[in-house]
């Protein structure tokens, strides 16, 4: 365990080769980020500017439009007066359904009026204003900066009889030529210095993106339309800079973790080789160790017995020797050398059991659990004769094991079991399976008791070597059973563990392989 922990300490150290690298992939990290920000700053004021180039282009354009709009409009007003030269009575369904027309067709008139020549109103054809009535002056409608005023005279045999009279809505006329360009752009429209529409939305602060153009409607007021892009549209034609940004972040990385291996995989591979010869000679020193272990543990084995044997048969002989001469004392003091030896002989067999569970070589076949059980409990018939008990015993799949190994488990669980319910005027004993949650390819058995438990915050001390939680003169035992148990069930690759309760009992579980066919 230290030369491990040595290992490790040498392995995690750092020497020069390590800060190298280090300072080698922090300087590349920074200039890969550098370059990223720098392509990235690039690329967003390339698409600003193609913003602002694009806005201007078409503030322009609607400038432009909306100049050849109100020509039309006005051009649709004098083929109108033309036709307003003759009777006003005979052309009466004509006139209406000519100006009709036009005010459906050109967005932006509310209204076409005939006055005469003093401006008396003589004809409405259509108009959005309910204020207005036959023989009313148009001098009488108050001035709207939002509208502007056309007139277009009407001439008879070259004689002024009237006028052409229309209100054309400006913002309704700006926002029909600048219909297509609505959802990506806010728009604003100013009457000199008076604003008479406005986009619901217009707050935002990017002002620096909006285009201010005027456009001439040949009338007194000067008029101007402001563009600006939404805050969407200019996200979305910069979204190109910012995946160029997140991109770059996550290649920035990507590669300084590539240099980083490049720097330390010739570090780290003359650290293993080094880690490697040592491991190596560790293991060497482990092999030679666990060979005088061996030879000590035979030697132990061998050693303690003949002392043991010569103990037993020395009071043996003295027993024969002083027979109907001891006394009670005397005689008890012999019983106690006699059970001790006895005791110390079932501790050597254990331990050289324990150590034997390590080394033997697993043979693994298909094992009937359910002819284990019987064959383990028939080993027990002489005690279950004179106890009562009651076996709830359900049918087993089988395992895939060495039926030995199974065997000890099954005799040292089901002897606990029988053991720690002798105090139990009738012990209930239940052996069972369950599917494991952990692995699919195990099984999960468990041996459940009504005896004397134990307290769960000793759980951990049940398959310790030499750990008891009960006293010899309680419990008889060595403390090594549950050992061999837990390290049985580990060469199975399973696993082992307990539950229980002080005198409510104690159910122990284990797992082993399915077998497959």
Partial sequence: MKFINKVNREYLSVESPAIISRVWVILTLIILIATTFLVWQTTRLTSFSQISQNTSSKANYYSNEIELRKNKIEFALKELSYRSAYDLDKLDTEWNEQADFYIQNYEGIDSIIWVDKDFIIKKIASTSRTDLSVDQSVKEIPPDVEELSIFQPINKERELIGFIYSEVDIPKLVLSVTEEAQNDYEIQIYNEDSLIYSSEDWESPKERFAKRVQFNLHSADSYELVLKPTDIFISSNTLQANQILIFGFILSLGIAVVVWIAQNLDHKSKLLLQTQDKLMASQT??????????????????????????????????????????????????????????????????????????????????????????????????????????????????????????????????????????????????????????KTDHIVIYIKDNGAGFDMQYTEKLFGVFQRLHSQKEYEGTGIGLANVKRMTQRHGGRVWAEGALDEGAVFYFTLPKYQE
């Fill in 285 to 438: 020193e482990l092999i030679a160790s666990n060979q005088e272990l061996e030879s000590f543990s035979y030697s132990v084995s061998h050693d303690l017995r003949a002392p043991l044997r010569h103990v037993q048969g020395f009071v043996e002989l003295l027993s024969a020797h002083l027979q109907g001469t001891l006394d009670d004392k005397s005689q008890h003091y012999l019983e106690v050398i006699s059970r001790a030896t006895d005791d110390m002989g079932q501790l050597i067999d254990s331990l050289l059991s324990y150590s034997r569970v390590g080394k033997t070589i697993i043979d693994k076949t298909q094992v009937d659990l359910n002819e284990v059980i019987r064959d383990t409990i028939s080993d027990f018939r002489p005690e279950l004769k004179t106890r009562k008990i009651e076996w709830t015993i359900a049918e087993l799949p089988p395992v895939y094991g060495d039926v030995t190994m199974i065997r000890h488990i099954f005799n040292n669980l089901i002897s606990n079991a029988l053991k720690f319910t002798r105090q139990e005027t009738t012990a209930m004993i239940e052996i069972g399976s369950k599917p494991d949650p952990e």
